[in-house]
């Protein structure tokens, strides 16, 4: 039935009027809605719209936490938490809407895909999206299919024998795991049972604490963006297509990963790519759930979940899915219950085999047609070209590639997002000489004849080798073969790579596998995997390292700025020493150290806390702390030196 004037009237109150439901001004372009709403926000009134979100939200992230303590870690998860735990609602509001609009926030929310499909939803309600955000319904795509681009690009030979060379499920996903989340895809040509060649595509996902090669400024935004058939993944999968040169009417079968995985779903909805090729079969493994249908009703789709992945089913478990003859859906326990461990491809391959045979199986009976030799292999880097890379300019660098007992690994390693502080201690120059190696040209600088100790923490929270936290103790020693007294004051004036002076390592931790392998087996450096947990971004700084016992705590008095903080770091590898320089990028503060404090919480001797009690550092306050809450950092590779 029609309204009348009144009960119209009525509703526009009750939609307008911030007591009432208040749609946030901009969300309605129109009228008095607009008027009211904006004249509420300069009251200072928060509408309910908007204080339902950050409810919800606070509730969401309060579950999750209870399931997956773990994340309580995250950079992002704290600085989330921090906006929602505001004393009332209009300063969690507004806290929320800060933190949506701080562009250095956005790399940190980056890292918070369990949420990412409840964050964008509750940004429109706070109305802080950007105007030119794509899909706005006003505002458009931010980026064209011009934008997208695809390149033929070489796998390294190490690659190419860990390649299947056979068509398979598992080797299909052995293959993704190859490429490393860095921004490749793979098309293969594969000459089925029936002599019938038929083509595979597979796309990763994107690795929690790596960095994104097309580098979106607004990262919400943009996983938002991937579950529209338009997505820049989306876009930039047609050209490495179309450049291999697949037949018209070719079948072809879409297997990824995470993201990957969604958007291969995508290009499965795209009517005119169904029409150009017969998408046959579409799995996605530890992907979000997919509302969409393919173009083409004969597709088989199969969704392969660990139930203890957050990433798949963010908006809740249990639902009963729609009984469908090409549908697939499958989900185990894996053994892996944190994140993100839990959404790894490795894990995923591991559960296949071992604790899900009957899924493998399943699936490869499906894939059937896909069934025999490879015959082709191609890979192709998928470019966003709307974006510079990740870190631009100062992380685009030529790289090359070392071997390690984990695997290839990229040189230089780049850090995209990390927080330091570096504690420098006064120490006694005989105790120092005695933790060094015992060779007669290794001194330690004794500036006003003391020697000093630097004590390095780090939170690496996006970079090559995947996110990890450090702890570095080092001294600081004279040139290797003509130490003069002045070296270390002139070498502040020079460019790293032409000083003389540097830090010797005596002892280092990191919390990942990956990072103790390249420290030990590239820089030469004493490291250990020891867990910890940093936080490094504001006044009040804490690093805890329980299993070796050390303790950093306490509030950055008034700081200078000063400059870049480059690094020359000495190690050992057999008789010989590795010299490695560290650049870095960030807007370093001097600050004197008075609000800090040491702890050591073991009697261990060895290696670290029994070096820093032989310092004289356990309860100690460093002489200053010099601190970098946000910066981008590059490691090359170490050179040996024949000393």
């Avoid at 990191?510 to 990072?515: H, L």
């Amino acid at each position: 039935s029609r309204l009348s004037p009144a009960a119209r009237a009525a509703l526009l109150r009750a939609l307008t009027d911030r007591w009432g439901l208040g749609v946030p001004p901009g969300r309605d372009a129109r009228g008095l809605a607009r008027m009211l709403g904006a004249g509420a926000r300069t009251l200072g009134a928060e509408n309910l719209a908007a204080r339902a979100a950050v409810t919800a939200l606070r509730l969401r992230t309060a579950a999750l936490l209870t399931g997956h303590p773990e994340l309580a870690r995250e950079p992002g998860v704290r600085r989330l938490r921090r906006a929602l735990t505001a004393h009332r609602d209009r300063d969690a509001v507004r806290a929320l809407r800060g933190l949506f609009r701080d562009p250095d926030a956005q790399r940190s929310l980056a890292g918070l895909t369990a949420l990412m499909t409840e964050l964008p939803p509750v940004r429109a309600l706070l109305d802080a999206e950007p105007e030119d955000r794509a899909g706005d319904p006003e505002g458009g795509p931010a980026s064209g299919p011009g934008d997208a681009a695809a390149e033929a690009t070489a796998l390294t030979d190490q690659e190419r024998q860990t390649i299947a060379t056979e068509g398979s499920f598992l080797g299909f996903l052995r293959n993704i795991e190859t490429l490393s989340c860095a921004g490749r895809v793979l098309v293969q040509n594969v000459r089925g049972p029936d002599g019938v060649v038929r083509y595979v595509v597979q796309a990763p996902g994107t690795a929690p604490g790596r960095p994104r090669d097309d580098s979106p400024p607004d990262v919400l935004g943009a996983w938002q963006e991937q579950f529209t058939p338009g997505s820049p993944y989306t876009r930039a999968l047609l050209p490495a297509v179309e450049d291999h040169g697949i037949p018209r009417g070719a079948d072809l079968a879409l297997i990824g990963h995470g993201e990957g995985g969604t958007a291969l779903l995508n290009l499965a909805q795209d009517p005119e790519f169904c029409a150009t090729y017969r998408v046959t079969h579409v799995i996605a493994v530890g992907s979000p759930p997919h509302r969409g249908k393919p173009a083409d009703a004969r597709t088989w789709v199969a969704r392969v979940t660990d139930e203890h992945d957050i990433v798949p089913a963010p908006e809740g478990r249990g639902r009963a899915s729609e009984a469908h003859p090409n549908r697939y859906e499958a989900e185990f326990a894996g053994t892996a219950r944190e994140f993100p461990r839990s959404h790894t491809l490795r894990g995923y391959l591991e559960h296949l085999r071992t604790t899900a045979p009957a899924v493998r199986d399943d699936i490869d009976r499906a894939l059937a047609p896909y069934q025999g030799p490879v015959v082709r292999t191609q890979a192709y880097r998928l470019k966003n070209r709307a974006h510079p890379p990740d870190g631009h300019p100062f992380l685009t660098l030529p790289t090359t590639s070392l071997t390690t007992t984990r695997g290839p690994v990229a040189l230089p390693v780049r850090y995209h997002d990390s927080s330091s502080a570096h504690l420098c201690f006064p120490a006694d120059a005989e105790a120092v000489r005695a933790l060094l190696p015992h060779v007669a040209w290794m001194r330690p600088s004794t500036p006003a004849r003391r020697a000093i100790a630097v004590l390095s923490l780090y939170e690496h929270r996006s970079s090559t080798i995947g996110p990890y936290t450090e702890i570095v103790l080092s001294v600081l020693v004279d040139d290797l073969w003509r130490p003069r007294p002045l070296d270390l004051a002139t070498d502040l004036l020079r460019r790293a790579d032409l000083r003389r002076t540097g830090r010797y390592v005596l002892s280092l931790a990191v919390t990942s596998e990956e990072a103790q392998v390249v420290a030990r087996e590239i820089w030469g450096l004493p490291a250990l995997r020891a867990p910890a947990e940093a936080d490094l971004m504001g006044r009040h700084i804490r690093f805890s390292a329980p299993d070796i016992g050390v303790t950093v705590e306490g509030r950055l008095g008034p700081g200078v700025r000063c400059p870049e903080a480059d690094w020359v770091l000495y190690g050992r590898r057999g008789e010989s020493t590795v010299r490695t320089l560290v650049r870095t990028s960030g807007r370093p503060r001097l600050h004197l150290g008075t609000g800090l404090r040491l702890r050591l919480d073991t009697s261990a001797a060895e290696p670290m806390s029994g070096q820093l009690r032989k310092l004289g550092a356990d309860g100690a306050r460093p002489l200053f702390v010099l601190s970098c809450p946000q910066s981008m950092v590059h490691r090359g590779a170490g050179t040996v030196l024949p000393r």
